[in-house]
């Protein structure tokens, strides 16, 4: 399971896609796709609409919704991407579009993935209230992936914000529960569970430098991760 920020996509736009980040995501899920890797992929959709921080007066379920369908736009532009890489894939939706996606159907994007189609899901879980990284976690117990690959703007997880402290140290291994006890906030607390309780690994990792994408599926020694072997799921 890749799980893609929206914000991630953006670049250095601030706002938006920008086509080369898209293309070099694109050409490194390819690149694992086309190894047999199979990947799954939750996009976020912060580079259009961030929920939490939608303004006064805006209810909250509204502004998740309006979150959903904006992961959608960046879903739909990701699976035209990998498919100029040669890759096929197919996008299911949380919330049912069907006239440009495929509904949410487990057992369906298992089928996917064991054809070796790069499944990419949108609209989240669903329903508000839950986080885009709460909808990955979900999605990768639900199909028994091997790693849960979170990709950031930083390189791993650091004991405080890299951007704002140039002393920040990196931590190169940890336990689920430091993430909560220690407030890393690399992802909340509901998608850290959840990947606790499925005992899934989670790989923290930068998305823009190249072949991180690759290193992280094959388990580089400073990542060390179990998954990037042909029919291992991700
Ligand atoms: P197989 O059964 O493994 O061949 O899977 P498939 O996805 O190729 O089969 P299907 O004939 O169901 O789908 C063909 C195309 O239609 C794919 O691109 C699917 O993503 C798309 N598709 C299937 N169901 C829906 C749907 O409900 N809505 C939309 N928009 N597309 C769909």
Known sequence: MLKLSGEALQGGMGFGVDPKVLTAVAREVGTAAKQGVEVAIVVGGGNYFRGTSAWDGLERATADYVGMLATCMNALMLQSALEKQGVATRVQTAIEMKEIAEPYIRRRAIRH??????????????????????????????????????????????????????????????????????????????????????????????????????????????????????????
């Open 113 to 234: 993935l064991e054809k070796g189609r790069v499944v990419i899901f949108g609209a989240g879980t669903g329903a508000p209230f839950f986080s885009t990284d709460t909808a990955a976690a979900l999605r990768a117990a639900e199909l028994d992936v091997d790693v849960f690959m979170k990709a950031t703007k930083v390189d791993g997880v650091y004991d405080c914000d890299p951007a704002l402290n140039p002393n920040a140290k990196m931590h190169k291994r940890l336990q689920y529960n430091d993430v909560m006890t220690q407030n890393l906030r690399v992802m909340d607390e509901t998608a850290i569970t959840l990947c606790k309780e499925n005992e899934i690994p989670v790989v923290v990792f930068n998305l823009y430098t190249p072949g991180n994408i690759m290193r992280a599926l094959c388990g580089d020694a400073n990542q060390g991760n179990p998954a990037g072997r042909r029919g291992q799921r991700a």
